[in-house]
């Protein structure tokens, strides 16, 4: 397997521009996770998906910060508008979930930079 | 809420044993991981324990949980300057049916020649 792929691997953007980051799971996976992680607060979790649905998203800074999973395959990581403090590295992890010893597969991170 | 903590630096020499530690607050953990995360990369699981065990042996790496004390520790022996990397302790407890992890603050390893 591929593992978990996320695309892009750097952005670079500017303050009050939109930001999609992307991510597919391990096939078979049905848990999904989005992290944040800067050196000021480490390793945060923004949210959470079990079979495509939103299970926690109480980790979302704000309502700028909005992720969708539309299918099995794909989630979307979305900033509208983005701000400096915005610049971090975020991760996708998936998991098969209920059963198993719950480990979680982190993909490569995408790296924002907010100017 | 669940707490999980690690001092964040350790400084080796090459070929010595490196141990690092981790402690826990939540007592229905079931299983406990170590991540490894090298500069520019995600997270790697390294290994898991299941909380009804108390070593768990893999090559290099031995992993003792006191689940009394909840504490939890990684000893990588004959350390290598390929180890040096942050190791972060993770926990995974009743929150989302398990599936739902906490991670610790991370512990920067340092291997030096």
């Known amino acids: 397997d591929a593992g978990v792929i996320q695309s892009p691997r750097h952005e670079v953007t500017e303050m009050g521009q939109e930001v999609t980051l992307r991510c597919k799971p391990i096939s078979g996976h049905d848990y999904l996770f989005w992290y944040r992680q800067t050196m000021m607060r480490g390793l945060e979790l923004l949210i959470y998906?079990?079979?495509?649905?939103?299970?926690?998203d109480s980790g979302m800074p704000e309502d700028r910060f909005s992720a969708k999973m539309p299918n099995a395959s794909f989630s979307t990581l979305k900033i509208q508008p983005s701000e400096p403090r915005d610049s971090a590295v975020y991760f996708c992890?998936?998991?098969?979930?209920?059963?198993?010893?719950?480990?979680?597969?982190f993909g490569p991170g995408t790296r924002l930079t907010v100017t | 809420g669940e707490d999980v903590e690690q001092s964040l630096f350790l400084s080796v020499r090459e070929g010595d044993s490196s141990v690092i530690n981790c402690t826990y607050t939540?007592?229905?953990?079931?299983?406990l991981y170590w991540y490894k995360q090298e500069p520019g990369a995600g997270l790697q699981l390294l290994t898991y324990?299941?909380?009804?065990?108390d070593m768990k042996q893999d090559q290099r790496l031995t992993v003792l949980l006191n689940k009394k004390d909840k504490h939890l520790s990684l000893r990588i022996a004959d350390t290598q300057t390929g180890d040096s990397a942050i190791y972060f302790c993770?926990?995974?407890?009743?929150?989302?049916?398990?599936?739902?992890?906490?991670f610790g603050t991370g512990t920067q390893l340092k291997v030096e020649l």
């Open positions: 998906f079990n079979n495509n649905v939103p299970i926690d």
């Open positions: 324990i299941f909380s009804n065990m």
């Open positions: 993770a926990e995974s407890g009743l929150t989302g049916g398990g599936n739902k992890l906490t």
């Open positions: 992890a998936s998991s098969l979930g209920t059963g198993t010893s719950y480990e979680q597969y």
């Open positions: 939540d007592s229905s953990s079931t299983y």
